[in-house]
Structures are given as C-alpha cells and as structure tokens.
C-alpha cells in the first residue's frame, strides 16, 4: 500500500491559516488522496479529497503538487474546534476500498 | 440523519469473556470496516465486508471474528479478551466503488478488567 509521512505535531495560533503537509513520494495514478480529522474520543471524520487537481469545500482546501507526490490540506483560519489528528491517506480507487492510516499530524491551536 | 451506530459507546469485560460489539447504519453502504484504535495511535484496518463476502486482514488475531447478517447491521466478537484488546473499536462504511471516502461511527471504547 502506498505510504504518506505526515510531521508529527504542529501548532497554530486561532483565526490563522495552517498548512498540513503530506509527503506520498510512492502514489499511483489511481490513488485519490484523502484527508479525515479525529477529535478526541470520537470516530474519524471526512475533510476532503482529490485526484489531480485542487479542491475545495466548505471545511478546507486540498493542494496537490504537480507531481501529487505531496499534499497539503489548508484550515484558512484555524478555530479551537480544529484542534484535532488529521490523517492522510491514499486510496487506491481501482483495487480495494480499505484506508489503511499513517500517523497522521496532531493540530494544536492556540487561542 | 443518516449515519453510523455504534453501541454501547463503553464497554467493560472481564479477561477472557466473549464480547460483542455491534454497529448499524443508515446509510445504504455495501461496505462495512471494523478498526482497532489503542491509545495514541492511528486506527488499524482488522477485516472488512463488501456486500457478503468477508475480508480478513493478514494480521488480524483470531480472536478477532465478525459477522454481517444485513446490510444494516455489522458485529465484532472477541472471543477471549485479554488486556491488550482493550482499545477504541471503530466502524465504517463506505459505497464500493466510488472515490468518496468512509463515514465513521463515534466508536466503543473497550476495557478488559
């Protein structure tokens, strides 16, 4: 399964943006690119996905490098309630369905 | 709404005595996931079912069994807990064959005691 590397940790001061990065050096051409968030003791949620172009929603935004070897999900203003773990996952649309998560980012935002 | 069920959301059980774990859903999804989450770590794939037809992981433990007897509906058994099964046990869905990605329950927390 193709593997994504995510930093650890990052901190964002409230009513900022924050960039999360995803490295994903060994994605193929049918993998879509998935971001979920997991606010403590709850289940994953969905943030937002993509292909090959950049994407937009009412939550967040996905920029995909030309190559889509790496991502990067965008809070455009980060609020307390984002403080999260924000998970990037590939998703090999033609072979399976299984998500398969890394260790996912650990969002801080301070207020 | 539709959504995911997940019941109970706690769920205590002495070392070596069966349990289940059930999950339901709304949804109309033809795919149905169980993961295992133990503390501070990322949530870890243990079978899933498309339509009927069950699929295990290679690393799942056999203590680890699950059945579907609907589309709505969806078990975990453990059949001898021990105290390394004590985790957060999550359930999703997702459509088969479609890009969009799963829609999680809020999960039940298991302690072995």
């Known amino acids: 399964d193709a593997k994504t590397t995510q930093p650890n940790s990052m901190e964002s001061n409230e009513e900022e943006p924050v960039h999360l990065p995803c490295n994903h050096s060994?994605?193929?051409?049918?993998?879509?690119i998935h971001w979920y968030r997991q606010l403590p003791s709850q289940g994953p949620e969905y943030v937002i996905h993509?292909?090959?172009s950049n994407v937009n929603n009412r939550m967040a935004s996905l920029a995909i490098a030309e190559d889509r070897k790496s991502s990067t999900l965008i809070l455009h203003r980060a609020t307390l309630r984002d403080a999260a773990v924000y998970y990037c996952?590939?998703?090999?649309?033609?072979?399976?369905?299984?998500?398969?998560f890394g260790t996912g980012t650990s969002l801080t935002v301070i207020p | 709404d539709a959504m995911v069920i997940q019941n109970p959301r706690y769920q205590v059980t002495q070392f070596g005595k069966p349990v289940t774990l059930s999950c339901s859903q709304t949804?109309?999804?033809?795919?149905m996931y169980w993961y295992q989450q133990k503390s501070s770590q990322a949530p870890k794939l243990l079978f899933h079912?498309?339509?009927?037809?069950?699929?295990n992981e290679a690393d799942t433990p056999d203590n680890f069994q699950s059945r579907r007897p609907n589309t709505s509906f969806c078990f975990l058994d453990i059949r001898s807990p021990g105290l390394g099964d004590a985790a957060m046990y999550l359930c999703?869905?997702?459509?088969?064959?479609?890009?969009?990605?799963?829609?999680f329950g809020s999960g039940t927390r298991l302690t072995v005691v």
């Open positions: 999703a869905t997702s459509r088969g064959g479609q890009p969009r990605g799963y829609t």
């Open positions: 060994t994605i193929s051409g049918t993998d879509y």
């Open positions: 993509g292909l090959t």
């Open positions: 996952i590939l998703r090999h649309f033609n072979t399976g369905n299984q998500f398969y």
């Open positions: 949804l109309n999804h033809n795919v």
């Open positions: 079912y498309y339509d009927k037809d069950f699929n």
